[in-house]
């Protein structure tokens, strides 16, 4: 029972990174562009599913809370000012999103909200990602680092990359989604976003090995893991092929899959620790009742029918998205 919670969760927090990745990326570019048809355009691109995407970050949130109540309690001692702006920036995104159709004298500023929102959000997620792979002061099974514990140079390096990873994952959507002058521009952005996101990698491997973190050991002691960033090169190579021959489907995909393989580079890395390398999945883990209750609800019924939804969304809004207003 516990190793199907641990699935559920793997699932629901990658589903999240895949699908609400996309929708911050292509926030974070819209702040880039000042033109309104290509501002339209891009919204359109997210209009029909972000909300969905979204949902996956409340599952995520609900298995923790009642499948690993210990890590839900850790990483919200440790990571509570990070997720109260993680959450405001959400919020801020989602409100911007609707009101900019609703004005003319402040679209600029619900405009700016809906960017910054987007780029808060990427940035705090892979800060987050940043301080578990450093690692958390935790003795006893709390959290003993005081309200900044997780401020670091690796935890602030991460959430850059993160933003890199999400602004490429996004562009890619927008080459799927959109046509004319959005997704020339995504084109020319994806090799220019594909590198700095390798150099983010070069980085965080070079100050790995000079901070000597406790996850580079996992690494040599379990070599099988190099099957991951093998299939990420995989996907790289095929990025750059369907790039240069201007496929509109494939860029995502191989994006998706670098992300996957990094996922799981980390789950695995981290295995069998939920909050490395302290609490493992059995001590995190509620009681056998408490999951079995779970299970014949959540379980069984809720997430499966998201899943369906899910797939069911993305295949009713499949091609290409239409350029006029989504909201009048």
Excluded at 30 to 39: K, P
Excluded at 183 to 205: E, H, K, Q, T, W
Excluded at 275 to 292: E, K, M, R, Y
Aim: hydrophobic share 55%; with cysteine.
């Amino acid at each position: 029972m516990i190793l199907y919670w641990v699935f559920v969760l793997a699932a629901a927090t990658l589903l999240y990174v895949l699908l609400d990745g996309f929708d911050l990326g292509v926030g974070i570019l819209f702040g880039l562009t000042g033109d309104e048809a290509r501002r339209r355009a891009m919204l359109g691109a997210v209009a029909p599913v972000w909300d969905g995407n979204e949902t996956w970050l409340v599952v995520t949130g609900v298995v923790l809370w009642g499948a690993f109540p210990l890590v839900y309690a850790t990483l919200l001692s440790a990571f509570y000012l990070p997720i109260f702006a993680m959450l405001a920036g959400l919020i801020l995104r989602g409100v911007a999103f609707e009101f900019r159709y609703k004005t003319q004298r402040l679209r600029w500023m619900w405009d700016a909200g809906f960017a910054g929102g987007s780029l808060v959000a990427a940035f705090i997620q892979g800060m987050t990602v940043g301080a578990l792979v450093e690692g958390l002061p935790v003795a006893d099974g709390r959290y003993v680092g005081g309200t900044f514990g997780w401020l670091s140079p690796f935890a602030i390096l991460c959430g850059l990359g993160l933003c890199l990873g999400y602004m490429l994952l996004g562009a890619c959507w927008l080459v799927r989604k959109c046509d004319g002058d959005v997704r020339d521009d995504a084109y020319r952005l994806i090799p220019r976003l594909s590198i700095g996101l390798m150099l983010f990698l070069i980085v965080v491997f070079a100050y790995a090995l000079i901070d000597h973190l406790a996850i580079l050991r996992r690494w040599f002691e379990r070599p099988y893991l190099f099957v991951f960033p093998a299939i990420g090169v995989a996907a790289s190579i095929l990025l750059a092929k369907s790039v240069r021959r201007r496929r509109d489907t494939p860029p995502f995909y191989m994006v998706a899959t670098i992300f996957a393989a990094a996922f799981g580079t980390l789950a695995i890395s981290f295995w069998p620790y939920m909050i490395p390398f302290s609490i493992t999945v059995n001590q995190a883990a509620s009681g056998h009742a408490s999951l079995a209750f779970m299970f014949w609800g959540e379980g069984i019924f809720v997430f499966p029918l998201m899943l369906l939804y899910t797939a069911i969304s993305f295949r009713v809004f499949r091609g290409k998205a239409t350029s006029e207003p989504v909201h009048y």
